[in-house]
T-cell receptor, first 110, second 116 residues
Framework: EDQVTQSPEALRLQEGESSSLNCSYT??????LFWYRQDPGKGPEFLFT???AGEEKEKERLKATLTKKESFLHITAPKPEDSATYLC???????????FGTGTRLTIIP | DTAVSQTPKYLVTQMGNDKSIKCEQN?????MYWYKQDSKKFLKIMFS???????INETVPNRFSPKSPDKAHLNLHINSLELGDSAVYFC???????????????FGPGTRLLVL
């Protein structure tokens, strides 16, 4: 069965302290790997889709990368407004559903 | 202006009651979904409809019945509510086609259901 695991479960950083969030996946025939941001009391908000190993995408202070087994969400010089839960999800060729990880709760301390 | 909207935002009800949650999207998408997010924030798909046709039906109790009157609406009806049904329910939509299921999903704000 498809599985998506995210680590760490929670991460506290000082403002400006760069770090990475990990998403490892066990999906037979990955078709797409997604990153979402979820603020408290709101629905997930789309950030990136990655399709093949070696692919990278950037948006402001965030950069997502993909290897054959995992994806990283790098956050550079984060600000307090980057505090949120970051969700990773995968979809495979034989299945039409997104499998989500349990998320990383990121807190940026001013 | 809201792309995917859900009503109600909060729903508090007694065990055994029947309730419905409504979802509407104004993005012109063909595919809509229902997800359940439990207390540990784990998001799991329940149903998916493409152009009013059911295409994903996960292992969900048959007390849950989705209904799609048109491709812009996907409602969720829950019969005989149980304590374990308490969760946040999210509706989503995507321009996904049968040939390419990787299209981005856009989520609604969620409906917080509490069963007492």
């Amino acid at each position: 069965e498809d599985q998506v695991t995210q680590s760490p479960e929670a991460l506290r950083l000082q403002e400006g302290e760069s770090s990475s969030l990990n998403c490892s996946y066990t999906v037979s025939g990955l078709r797409g790997l997604f990153w979402y941001r979820q603020d408290p009391g709101k629905g997930p908000e789309f950030l990136f889709t990655l399709y093949s190993a070696g692919e990278e995408k950037e948006k402001e202070r965030l950069k997502a990368t993909l290897t054959k087994k995992e994806s990283f969400l790098h956050i550079t010089a984060p600000k307090p407004e980057d505090s949120a839960t970051y969700l990773c999800a995968a979809i495979n060729f034989g299945n039409e559903k997104l499998t989500f990880g349990t998320g990383t709760r990121l807190t940026i301390i001013p | 202006d809201t792309a995917v909207s859900q009503t109600p935002k909060y729903l508090v009800t007694q065990m055994g009651n029947d309730k419905s949650i409504k979802c509407e999207q104004n993005l012109g998408h063909d595919t809509m979904y229902w997800y359940k997010q439990d207390s540990k924030k784990f998001l799991k798909i329940m149903f998916s409809y493409n152009n009013k046709e059911l295409i994903i039906n996960e292992t969900v109790p048959n007390r849950f019945s989705p209904k799609s009157p048109d491709k812009a609406h996907l409602n969720l009806h829950i019969n005989s509510l149980e304590l374990g049904d308490s969760a946040v329910y999210f509706c989503a939509s995507s321009p996904k086609t049968v040939d390419d299921p990787t299209e981005t999903q856009y989520f609604g704000p969620g409906t917080r259901l509490l069963v007492l």
